[in-house]
């Protein structure tokens, strides 16, 4: 009976170690972006690991329990033009691997596991972030080759973002990115360098336009989460959010161009439900740390009932829709509606653009063509202008709130949401709308901003 036991604990022993063994990094990623350094290891299966921060010289330290790393692996990992100097590796004696990060600077260090998905197995994401990266997102968009970190110990302090009275700002949102290569046509097309390619000739062509100027959320190949899309598009006064993208449908035979705005209540056709799930499900792809998930419900679970960004919304979905069937066939004759997590910014209006469907052959040919981005740029530009000169009224209300000073109002006894609306020279439904209030109730104490005209 004990030689039985023996052999059983033998055998579990055996097991245990070929798992262990059996864990190893296949590959290791670095995608720098403005204000940060993503690293990004590819796991057999998951890990348990800790973090550690070390100075003179600065050093981020992290331990990987159970795992093996080549430094073939290592010396494969391209850090060229981030503030990583150099990477180690190197096994300790408690079964775990040690990855140091000798840097040229200060860098705070964030990890977290991500689950498989479509794209992926089992990841570890470290992120090498800033210390200033809040200022730094209020700056405006950095290619690549421009990105703060790119050499620089000590990233430059934020200019803060000044926009000129009668300046319409667009905000271009270029889907996807870094880790996230979104829709990938047969011939190996990635829709984040589609999209990209469309979004930076579009930019170029609106900042050519007088009283214009264009923004990018993302201006190189890096990830940025949905919620900071919508952010930098607030944080730069924008008037007009519009997200690009060229998705794939299980339909290969599936064509044309498509303009949508937020629905909330449901999707207007199959298609639209399914790009709407696919394009949500982008942060789990892209790599977005979940434990700040109820901030995140916070943020964009806000008042979507605002009638006038929603009007704007459609309007400028009009524009634009009827300006893309000069250069391509239209998917559906109409504006669509699905819910779309990053056109929930209540007080900008959005839309998303899908330019076609990657995973038509033929579309995807004309899409990876310099050309056709361009055509496809001018068109939406076009508009963009039409939308701008037809509704006057959403773009200057925008801009009247925009350049109005706001100060914060606390509510004393007797105070109601009218009263101080007329206290302030303000509409009702202007008040709950810079406030994001959902209700009308209000209480003593509550702190309110209003507009100081």
Known sequence: MKLKNLLIMSSILVLVHCARAENIAE?????????????????????????????????????????????????????????????????????????????QGPLEPKAFLLKPNEYYGNR??????????????????????????????????????VVSKGEFVVAIDCGHGGEDPGAIGARGTKEKDVVLAIGKKLRTKINKEPNMRAILTRGGDYYIGLRDRFERARLHHADLFISIHADAFKNKNAHGASVFVLSE?????EAAKWLAEKENRSDLVGGVRLDNKSDILASVLLDLSQTASKKASFDAASTILGSLKNVTKLHKGHVERAGFLVLKAPDVPSLLVETGFISNPSTEK??????????????????????????PQHVQKAQMMRHDTT???????????????????????????????????????????????
């Open 124 to 161: 570890l994401v470290l992120d090498l972030e800033s210390r200033e990266k809040q200022s730094i997102l209020s700056l405006f968009e950095l290619d690549a080759d421009d990105a703060l970190l790119h050499g620089s110990p000590r990233p430059q302090a934020a200019q803060e973002i």
């Open 366 to 391: 004309k899409l990876r063509t310099s050309s056709y981005q361009d055509k496809l740029a001018s068109q939406i530009l076009i508009g963009i202008k039409e939308y701008y000169s037809q509704h």
């Open 27 to 103: 590959s290791i990623r670095v995608w720098p972006s403005p204000g940060s350094i993503r690293v990004v290891l590819d796991l057999q299966n998951t890990v348990e690991y800790k973090l550690l921060t070390l100075s003179k010289p600065d050093r981020i330290v992290i331990d990987i329990q159970d795992i093996k790393i080549s430094k073939s692996v290592v010396d494969n990992i391209d850090i060229k033009n981030t503030m990583i100097k150099k990477i180690r590796v190197g096994e300790r004696g408690d079964n775990s691997t040690r990855l140091v990060f000798e840097l």
């Open 265 to 269: 209540k449901g999707s207007t056709s």
């Open 407 to 453: 100060k914060v109002y606390v509510v004393k006894s007797g105070d109601s949401l009218l009263k101080i609306a007329e206290k302030f020279h303000m509409s009702f439904s202007e008040l709950k709308q810079l406030n994001v209030l959902k209700h009308n109730n209000i209480i003593i104490g509550q702190k309110l901003k209003v507009v100081k005209r």
